[in-house]
């Protein structure tokens, strides 16, 4: 059934693990099928518990489906992106602020920057051969870092953070190694780690960022790499403070072979200070700070900035010549051109999501509904029955995000996006959520 290659291990994790692996080296093709659970655990000599387990956990990575009688078999990869299928469809009259975009009267026209970027194209095309990043976009990238306490280090440019992320993560990682993440955390990278074959590690966070017990947990459980979201985290809106980021430098200075990631996707539309994990002295030996311009300047302009230690942005450039060469320099002069622009004012971008932040925040309190919400475009409610609030609200007319799509081993939750909120809407839609909430509290708890 399996050819030459032998699942091992006594434990759960170890015998996805070594599946994992399989799918990862290509040994276990994409349809091949997997023993029966009692035929494996057989094998082994554990209890098919354990091997029911061990599929469990490799269904919720995406790396198998299971198909009733006809058995597990290791799904097509790519994977593809199973939360962002869990999602409410907002039929007519409904109001959706489930999507996570940004306000769209906050974002700059592209029309004079694309006609800077066409003039720049003129005078330089960008022929096979030539550089990946032009120097004005490596010159601004590197001024920012530098504003922010990033540690000196090269800049690159890749189509967006994830694609960052990915080319990092396989630079470094092996698969059925373990990427520590945030949980509730980004659901496109709750995704991607087991579409590379990674086994994710969850940590939980609070409003300050990654706990750091959490992390300290996971990267004894084993985990190469830390993923961390420096601000407006997604979907909780959490920010790394001051204290916190000393806190797990700290940790991370215990476990000098992990590669640190932060995602820094917030910059430009959060006024609370940056405070990198990495550190000139350490404390990993390779890491990456990557920025998209996704929120500031529009989802469609496909491109995100990043700095890290020499090997690691040198490896995410030589995977990317293989791939797609490079980022359109037409892409960058754009955003170039809008940067030099101050096309958009970040203090003020700012201020606007945190106005409807701050006041849902405030009418859901006034409610006895709790949330989460210390920066970017996000709200975090969390519920005790998350497919009753999100049933109760659509009924409502609103649709909101299951936290299902954001979650591994955290508590039930739902996502509000204030990017479409107005002020007249505050009021309604914390009505809206308490009532969501309290019947299922009342049924619950009463």
Request: glycine residues 10%; neutral net charge.
């Amino acid at each position: 059934m399996l050819g030459d290659y032998r699942i091992e291990g006594r434990r759960a994790v170890e015998i996805a693990a070594s599946v994992e692996r399989g799918v990862g080296t290509g040994e276990l093709a994409p349809g091949r099928l997997l023993p029966p659970m009692r035929e494996l655990a057989a094998e082994l000599g554990v209890n098919p518990n354990t091997v029911a387990a061990a599929y469990r956990m490799l269904r919720e990575r995406g790396v198998v489906e299971t198909a009733g009688r006809r058995g597990t078999r290791v799904r097509p990869r790519p994977a593809s992106t199973p939360r962002e299928a869990i999602r409410v469809e907002a039929p007519e009259g409904v109001r959706d602020i489930s999507t996570g975009n940004p306000d769209v009267s906050l974002l700059p026209s592209p029309r004079d920057a694309l006609a800077v970027a066409g003039d720049r194209h003129e005078k330089t095309p960008m022929l096979y051969g030539g550089p990946a990043l032009t120097e004005d976009l490596a010159r601004l990238a590197r001024a920012a870092f530098d504003v922010d306490g990033v540690p000196a280090g090269p800049v690159a440019v890749t189509s967006g953070s994830l694609d960052a992320v990915e080319r990092a993560l396989t630079a470094h990682l092996r698969p059925g190694d373990a990427v520590a993440v945030e949980d509730p955390g980004w659901g496109s990278l709750l995704d991607l780690v087991p579409a590379l074959g990674l086994r994710t590690l969850p940590v939980a966070l609070d409003d300050d960022g990654p706990l750091p017990d959490a992390v300290e947990h996971a990267l004894r459980q084993g985990a190469r790499a830390l993923v961390v979201t420096d601000r407006a985290q997604n979907p909780t809106g959490a920010a790394v403070s001051a204290d916190r980021a000393r806190e797990l430098r700290r940790v991370l200075a215990g476990h000098p072979g992990v590669l640190l990631i932060e995602d820094d996707h917030g910059h430009g539309i959060v006024d609370l200070p940056l405070h990198p994990l990495a550190d000139a002295d350490g404390p990993t030996g390779h890491w990456m700070l990557v920025r998209s311009v996704a929120k500031s300047y529009g989802p469609d302009l496909r491109l995100a900035v990043l700095t890290g230690d020499t090997v690691t942005v040198d490896r995410v450039g030589g995977r990317q010549r293989l791939g797609p060469g490079w980022v359109s320099h037409l892409l960058q002069h754009t955003v170039t051109a809008l940067w030099e622009s101050r096309a958009v004012d970040p203090s003020e971008v700012a201020r606007s999501y945190g106005r409807r932040r701050d006041a849902l925040l405030a009418a859901l309190a006034e409610r006895g509904v709790a949330g989460h919400g210390r920066s970017g475009m996000n709200v975090w409610v969390p519920v005790p029955d998350e497919t009753g609030a999100v049933a109760r609200l659509l009924a409502a007319g609103w649709a909101v995000a299951p936290g299902a799509r954001f979650r591994i081993a955290s508590p039930p939750g739902i996502r509000l996006t204030v990017s479409d909120l107005a002020a007249d809407d505050i009021g309604p839609v914390a009505d809206a959520v308490a009532s969501a909430i309290r019947p299922i509290e009342a049924r619950r708890y009463g």
